[in-house]
């Protein structure tokens, strides 16, 4: 149900609306440049013969020092499964979840929930062209309890006051 978006998508991408100016206009607008200027790679997610989400994502990494106690000791183990030295290399690999937007008519249905889950399923296997071993997301306050029901946990960074998103991250190795 999810694939790359694709330039004959261009016209159907016009009336994409999600009620969010900005996620609207990065559809419309940006989507189809940044995937050609190499910046990020946009999913969607076609119900009905239209497009009724679309996700995009780009490369990520973080801080071993901003993780729990609990997921930086999985990424311990796992290092040390590798031969390597636990203390060292202190980023770890990780996808963005960098824009997810449903359209108002498929709202509340689940699909931003699948969509979510379809893309750590893709990132997780062995059709993903890249290393990555976290999914990470800058989810706006208002969208933070989505992601949580989806078990990502906020990194521990510091916010300033102004800041309108939660940082989030969930480990991909749960999918495998």
């Not at 910046?39 to 997610?45: I, K, L, M, R």
Request: proline share 2%; charged share 30%.
């Amino acid at each position: 149900m999810i694939r790359l978006l694709e330039v004959e998508d261009q016209a159907e991408l016009q009336d994409f609306d999600c009620g969010d100016d900005d996620l609207n206009g990065f559809i419309s607008t940006d989507a189809l440049r940044y995937r050609d200027e190499m910046f990020a790679q946009t999913w969607v997610w076609v119900q009905d013969g239209r497009i009724a989400a679309y996700a995009a994502m780009v490369n990520d990494r973080i801080s071993t020092d901003q993780l729990d106690g609990h997921k930086r000791d999985a990424i311990q183990v796992s290092r040390l499964a590798l031969g390597k030295d636990m203390l060292r290399g202190g980023h770890i690999p990780a996808v963005k979840l960098a824009r997810l937007a449903v359209r108002k008519e498929y709202r509340g249905v689940g699909i931003g929930r699948d969509m979510v889950i379809e893309l750590c399923l893709l990132f997780a296997s062995s059709r993903n062209r890249t290393g990555c071993r976290l999914m990470t997301v800058d989810a706006y306050d208002s969208a933070a309890a989505f992601y949580r029901r989806l078990e990502f946990i906020e990194q521990n960074t510091k916010r300033s006051p102004q800041s309108s998103t939660v940082p989030m991250v969930i480990d991909l190795r749960r999918f495998r």
